[in-house]
């Protein structure tokens, strides 16, 4: 079974832009969480969708937004692009059956010039 | 506050030499737990998982982690370690409160370097 897929790998974007980062689920996963991480702050949980609501939300700004469409698979948006925004972007995947484990993807490097 | 906390953010050890990283966490109940490895410009990979039962798990790549409920700990443990298991490490935990959800707060992370 294929993992959790990721795209773009690699971004860069300049300050104001916008960004839109992408995440497939595991088959039959229908949980899919978004985390940012960089070295100052870690890994810190941005949303959390689950049957394309929206379940959770982290302390980040409204500049951060996703969603989920009807076959899992989710998106995850930033408006007006800060130089703090750089930072990996990881996408997990998860279903009750398994416990709600989180399988991680590779993650988006972003970097916000 | 609720918290996970790595001690140690840095370790080093000879390949072959038996290692330990430490995690402790403050929350009312006890939280599922989890330990996560993270390669350099790379996801996270599950290592093990503790829910409920035997407070000793088993993991991949050799590696297992025991839960102390009167520590509120779940170190991770290997008695051999591989030069390709020089990583950064991460403790988290899903808290049951709070609802349907499957946030996980992470600790700051280990990051391990293994000597030849």
């Known amino acids: 079974k294929a993992g959790v897929t990721q795209t773009p790998r690699y971004l860069i974007k300049t300050r104001g832009q916008q960004v839109t980062l992408s995440c497939s689920p595991i088959s039959g996963h229908r949980s899919v969480s978004w985390y940012q991480q960089t070295p100052g702050q870690g890994l810190q949980f941005l949303f959390e969708y689950f049957s394309e609501t929206q379940r959770n939300k982290g302390n980040f700004p409204g500049r951060f937004s996703g969603r989920q469409f009807s076959n899992s698979r989710s998106e995850m948006n930033v408006s007006t692009l800060e130089l703090g925004d750089s930072a990996l972007y990881l996408c997990?995947?998860?279903?009750?059956?398994?416990?709600?484990?989180?399988?991680f993807g590779p993650g988006t490097r972003l970097l916000v010039l | 506050a609720q918290s996970v906390t790595q001690p140690d953010i840095h370790i080093t050890v000879s390949e072959g030499a038996s290692l330990e990283l430490r995690c402790n966490y403050s929350y009312g109940a006890t939280p599922y737990l989890f330990w996560y490895v993270q390669s350099p410009g790379q996801g996270l990979q599950l290592l093990l998982k503790y829910f409920s039962g035997d407070t000793l798990v088993q993991g991949i790549k050799g590696f297992e982690a025991e839960f102390k409920r009167s520590q509120s700990s779940f170190n991770l443990r290997k008695p051999s370690v591989h030069w390709s298991d020089a990583a950064e490490y991460f403790c988290a935990v899903r808290p049951k409160e709070g609802g349907a959800t499957n946030k996980l707060i992470f600790g700051t992370g280990t990051l391990l370097a293994v000597q030849p």
């Open positions: 997990a995947s998860s279903n009750p059956q398994g416990g709600e484990t989180q399988y």
